[in-house]
C-alpha cells in the first residue's frame, strides 16, 4: 500500500516571502500522479498543482511550483511571493496510474501560517 | 454553474439514528468520491463509484452504506453502527480514463452527535 508523510505539521513565512513544504512518498509504482490540495478555514479542499510521475519537467502554476524527486520518492510544493490568502492546510496526495478511477492518498497536512 | 454539492452544510445525528448526506455532481464525471476527516488528519476514503449501479469500498467503510443510481448522486448514509460519526465528509468526483484524473472536491457537510 502506498503512504504519503508530511513532517512539518507547522510552518510560517512572512508575506512576500517564499516557503517550502515537503511530502514524501512510498510505493512500489512506477506510473503514478501526485497533487498538492490547499484547505483555507472554509474547508473546501482546492487543487493548487499536480504532477505525473513519467514527466522530468517540475509542475509550475503561477507563484506555486514542486520540486519532483521520483528516485528520493519527495514532492515539495514552493510558494513564492506568499499572500495573506495561502494561509491553509496543505494536503499532499498520491494517486496510482495503475488502475482508472483509483482513489488518492493523502499525507496529514500541513498548517500554513502567513505573517504580515 | 459547473460543480459538485454536499447538503446539508451540517447535520446532527442522535444516538441509534441513520443520516443520510447528499452529494450531487453536473460535472459529467464517472466517478465519485467519500472521503472522511477527523480534525488535524488527512482524508481517508469511505467508498468510491466508478460507475453507475457499482462501488466499492474503501479504508473505512464499516457503519456506511452507499448508492449510486444516477451518474449525477452518490449518496451517503451513516448509520447507527457507526460509533463515532463525528467528522467532516468531503465528497469528491473526477473523469477515468482520461490521464491524470484529477479528484475535484464539494464543499463538504460537518455531521455532529447529539
Known amino acids: 500500500a502506498q503512504t504519503v508523510t508530511q513532517s512539518q505539521p507547522e510552518m510560517s513565512v512572512q508575506e512576500a516571502e517564499t516557503v517550502t513544504l515537503s511530502c514524501t512518498y512510498d510505493?512500489?509504482?512506477?506510473?503514478?500522479?501526485l497533487f498538492w490540495y490547499k484547505q483555507p478555514p472554509s474547508r473546501q479542499m482546492i487543487l493548487v498543482i499536480r504532477?505525473?510521475?513519467?514527466?522530468?519537467q517540475n509542475a509550475t502554476e503561477n507563484r506555486f511550483s514542486v520540486n519532483f524527486q521520483k528516485a528520493a520518492k519527495s514532492f515539495s510544493l514552493k510558494i513564492s511571493d506568499s499572500q495573506l490568502g495561502d494561509a491553509a492546510m496543505y494536503f499532499c496526495?498520491?494517486?496510482?496510474?495503475?488502475?482508472?478511477?483509483?482513489?488518492?492518498?493523502f499525507g496529514e497536512g500541513t498548517q500554513l501560517t502567513v505573517n504580515p | 454553474d459547473g460543480g459538485i454539492t454536499q447538503s446539508p452544510k451540517y447535520l446532527f445525528r442522535k444516538e441509534g439514528q441513520n443520516v443520510t448526506l447528499s452529494c450531487e455532481q453536473n460535472?459529467?464525471?464517472?466517478?465519485m468520491y467519500w472521503y472522511r476527516q477527523d480534525p488535524g488528519q488527512g482524508l481517508r476514503l469511505i467508498y468510491y463509484?466508478?460507475?453507475?449501479?457499482?462501488?466499492q469500498k474503501g479504508d473505512i467503510a464499516e457503519g456506511y452504506s452507499v448508492s449510486r443510481e444516477k451518474k449525477e448522486s452518490f449518496p451517503l448514509t451513516v448509520t447507527s453502527a457507526q460509533k463515532n460519526p463525528t467528522a467532516f465528509y468531503l465528497c469528491?468526483?473526477?473523469?477515468?480514463?482520461?490521464?491524470?484524473?484529477?479528484?475535484?472536491f464539494g464543499p463538504g457537510t460537518r455531521l455532529l452527535v447529539l
Open positions: 469528491a468526483s473526477s473523469i477515468i480514463g482520461q490521464g491524470i484524473e484529477t479528484q475535484y
Open positions: 510505493t512500489s509504482e512506477s506510473d503514478y500522479y
Open positions: 504532477q505525473e510521475a513519467y514527466k522530468q
Open positions: 496526495a498520491y494517486r496510482s496510474a495503475e488502475t482508472s478511477g483509483s482513489r488518492l492518498t
Open positions: 460535472l459529467n464525471h464517472d466517478a
Open positions: 463509484s466508478q460507475i453507475v449501479n457499482d462501488f
